[in-house]
């Protein structure tokens, strides 16, 4: 089938779905007719019905409550909500670090939900980049040794160096840790998450540690790696102010979604204030 490549192809098909529900059937019409080839997006992950919870002592918390949701192939996702609304159970559940206690998910037809424990490790290793708020860098390795531990076990790696090029670190490949600030480290954690080419990238408060200026620094370079390699991102934020960078946002808040906002046009994260 000839057309828009899927990444742009998933983009007009969101924004017809919009203007459908908006209830514009004009819009839809005019939007359709301008899309000659519309490709249906590509669900990366299908989850349905996600319920999670903990019994501790004689409390039953729920931190997940039917939650439906589809990632698509290279959107950039920000799920939104505060602290406590079930956004890092959801993430670590769609990255198989995590089960659910009712529900399903599927990345690619692949059903996670009842794949054991080896399958899940495979999963991870081949297909997920997390990024998460504290960089996890071993302190005794170079930036440049800190990736080559993925991209040694990984099968479709990009070369540390370059990896370390994409995040603005090319002149920082044998910096250790402590010789580099903390926007430089995530930017490290973020390039040793990329280099193996993961179909998604799982970012769990990635500028939480850091001040506004290094966050947007490395939200430039999560949406540079979104665009550059087609890497189908979710960042998880309690900071309203980056849902603009977003392709879609996913609003949470007590372990439910609340809503899913289309965001007309990305807003660059060097726009962003906060
Ligand atoms: N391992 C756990 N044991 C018990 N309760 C947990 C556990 N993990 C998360 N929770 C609870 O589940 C809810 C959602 O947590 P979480 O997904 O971490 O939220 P968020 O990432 O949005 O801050 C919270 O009320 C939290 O206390
Ligand atoms: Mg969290």
Redesign the pocket.
């Known amino acids: 089938m000839s057309g828009p490549p899927l990444a742009g192809g998933w983009r007009i098909w969101l924004r017809l779905a919009r203007a459908a529900t908006e209830a514009c059937a004009e819009a839809a019409d005019a939007l359709a007719a301008g899309a000659e080839d519309v490709a249906v997006p590509e669900a990366l992950f299908e989850a349905r019905g996600l319920s ?1 919870s ?3 002592g004689e409390v039953v ?4 409550a039917n939650v439906d949701l589809d990632l698509f192939r290279g959107e950039l996702v920000v ?1 939104l ?12 559940i769609l990255g198989g670090l995590d089960v659910p206690t009712h529900g399903s998910v599927r990345f690619l037809h692949h059903d996670l939900t009842n794949a054991g424990e080896e399958a899940l490790t495979r999963f991870r290793r081949e297909h997920v980049g997390f990024v998460f708020q504290f960089y996890n860098l071993i302190p005794s390795l170079t930036a440049r040794e800190n990736v080559a531990l993925v991209t040694e076990i990984a099968t479709r790696s990009m070369p540390p160096g370059e990896a370390l090029g994409l995040v603005g670190l090319a002149d920082r490949l044998d910096h250790f840790p402590a010789q580099l600030s903390g926007g430089e480290q995530q930017r490290v954690a973020i390039a040793r998450a990329v280099a193996k080419r993961p179909d998604v990238l799982l970012c ?2 990635p500028t939480g540690a850091l001040d506004c200026e290094t966050g947007k620094r490395v939200l430039e370079v999560l949406a540079r790696a979104n665009e550059e390699l087609g890497t189908t991102t979710a960042v ?1 934020t ?1 900071n309203a102010a980056i849902a603009a960078m977003a392709d879609r946002v996913v609003r ?1 808040r007590s ?1 439910t979604i609340t809503g899913v906002q289309v965001n007309e046009r990305r807003v660059s994260p060097s726009e962003l204030e906060w």
């Open positions: 999670k903990y019994v501790v918390v729920t931190a997940l799920l909500g505060p602290s406590g609304s079930g956004k890092s159970t959801l993430l670590n769990d408060e998880i309690h949470m372990g």
